[in-house]
T-cell receptor
Framework: DAKTTQPPSMDCAEGRAANLPCNHS???????VYWYRQIHSQGPQYIIH???NNETNEMASLIITEDRKSSTLILPHATLRDTAVYYC????????FGTGTSLTVIP | DTEVTQTPKHLVMGMTNKKSLKCEQH?????MYWYKQKAKKPPELMFV???????INESVPSRFSPECPNSSLLNLHLHALQPEDSALYLC???????????????FGPGTRLTVL
């Protein structure tokens, strides 16, 4: 069971912020939310993770709602190299990938 | 070294062949994973090793046989595979196999397997 829901695809203009939503309404306890991305035929790449508070690193920001039932990954200035499939994963001891969002950054 | 390596990159095998996939990490991680990814689908968890012991087998057919000879190495032995087993096989590692802030998994580039 993936236990996460993401829109199948999104477009974003180059240089603009990309906001990728994820619904994880069955989250409970101390399960972390992880975000990965996968560029065509490569291994998934870690982006960011969080529990309750908003998180930021050099790649992205993660906003988790107060009830923890949804989150948004923000790529502040999308580039063409950010075109990839983005996976939101709730860490129920193991990683069960959902179907992800295919993000296309448009020049 | 934050890299997970996988060999070979590509493998073509017949249904009667026996082959092995290899995965290696030198990050001191105690959990290692095998995933299978079909085209245009998300990765699916196959096996989890924790401290060199198999802790999770996601009902994978016995023609896939994992092995963890030591804490840095993970193998996947393949025998009598079917064409539908053709996929990208991904290996990953993490500090521990438990939920928490340190369960970040590092993935290798994968082995592209084709079964004829």
């Amino acid at each position: 069971d993936a236990k996460t829901t993401q829109p199948p695809s999104m477009d974003c203009a180059e240089g603009r912020a990309a906001n990728l939503p994820c619904n994880h309404s069955t989250i409970s306890g101390n399960e972390y939310v992880y975000w990965y991305r996968q560029i065509h035929s490569q291994g998934p790449q870690y982006i960011i993770h969080g529990l309750k508070n908003n998180e930021t690193n050099e790649m992205a920001s993660l906003i988790i709602t107060e009830d923890r039932k949804s989150s948004t990954l923000i790529l502040p200035h999308a580039t063409l190299r950010d075109t990839a499939v983005y996976y939101c994963i709730v860490d129920y001891n193991q990683f069960y990938f959902g179907t992800g969002t295919s993000l296309t950054v448009i020049p | 070294d934050t890299e997970v390596t996988q060999t070979p990159k590509h493998l073509v095998m017949g249904m009667t062949n026996k082959k092995s996939l290899k995965c290696e990490q030198h990050m001191g991680h105690r959990a290692m994973y095998w995933y299978k990814q079909k085209a245009k689908k998300p990765p699916e968890l196959m096996f989890v090793y924790s401290y060199e012991k198999l802790s999770i087998n996601e009902s994978v057919p016995s023609r896939f046989s994992p092995e963890c000879p030591n804490s840095s190495l993970l193998n996947l032995h393949l025998h009598a595979l079917q064409p539908e087993d053709s996929a990208l096989y991904l290996c990953a590692s993490s500090q521990e196999a438990t939920s928490g802030p340190y369960n970040e998994q590092f993935f290798g580039p994968g082995t592209r397997l084709t079964v004829l």
